[in-house]
């Protein structure tokens, strides 16, 4: 239901809302913000029952933030002359804004996680769950870093300060980040799918499910592009 309802909203923000961001972007941002503080401030309020037991782990897994995160991702799929691409294009970089700012939900309650747990434990070794923590922390400030460079370097008034090819170097980073979003599940969810836990087997495969899907398209465009190259 969560990812049905992520997907949904995503769409609908790219698809219907289209020219309003493209002319309000900051309208956007500032409801993305807002849905972090009202997650902020769910947590707060002890056992999390009725609304708030659908709606923090929505935002605490990164789930809204990944379904504008794959919307991203395909657009870089379609052929040029496709309406799709068309349509989505122009607000590509509004949409890649709008996940680094929901992300920031998944941070803050992990960021916390991980230091309550080497607080825990000042002498961890590289074996069993300790080797697992180190490897998911680690991945983690990478990915965190990777978030932050994408996301500010995505502004308008950033961008119009860099050279257009610096820019678009410091973007092709958007690939490490979302390789290392595979690892990162991976690290965290298939250990529990394999437990029989519910809620991560469904993760692994929708989300295994869209990244093989952007993989085969991936791949797809990449061949007809090098044969369109050959051809000419």
Not at 32 to 49: F, K, R, T
Request: charged share 10%; with cysteine.
């Amino acid at each position: 239901m969560r990812f049905i309802l992520a997907f949904a909203v995503s769409l609908f923000v790219a698809l219907v809302c289209t020219n309003q961001l493209k002319k309000a972007p900051a309208v956007f941002y500032l409801l993305s913000i807002a849905a972090v503080a009202v997650y902020v401030y769910g947590i707060s309020q002890g056992p999390a029952v009725g609304f708030w037991g659908f709606f923090i782990p929505f935002m605490q897994r990164c789930t809204l933030a990944m379904a504008f995160f794959a919307i991203v991702m395909f657009v870089g799929v379609f052929d040029e002359n496709s309406p799709i691409r068309k349509k989505l294009l122009p607000v590509r970089r509004q949409l890649s804004i709008c996940g680094c700012l929901l992300c920031l939900a998944h941070v803050f309650y992990y960021a916390k996680t991980y230091l309550v747990q080497l607080g825990s434990s000042p002498q961890l070794h590289f074996s069993g769950t300790s080797g697992n923590l180190i490897l998911s922390l680690t991945i983690s400030v990478i990915l965190v870093l990777l978030l932050a460079i994408l996301g500010i370097t995505s502004c308008t008034f950033v961008k119009a300060k860099m050279k257009a090819s610096s820019w678009k170097n410091i973007q092709r980073l958007s690939y490490a980040f979302f390789t290392l979003i595979i690892v990162h599940l991976g690290i965290i969810l298939v250990p529990p799918a394999f437990s029989g836990n519910t809620p991560a087997i469904e993760s692994v495969v929708v989300w295994g499910l869209v990244f093989a899907l952007y993989a085969v398209l991936k791949i797809k465009r990449e061949i007809k592009l090098r044969r369109a190259t050959d051809a000419a």
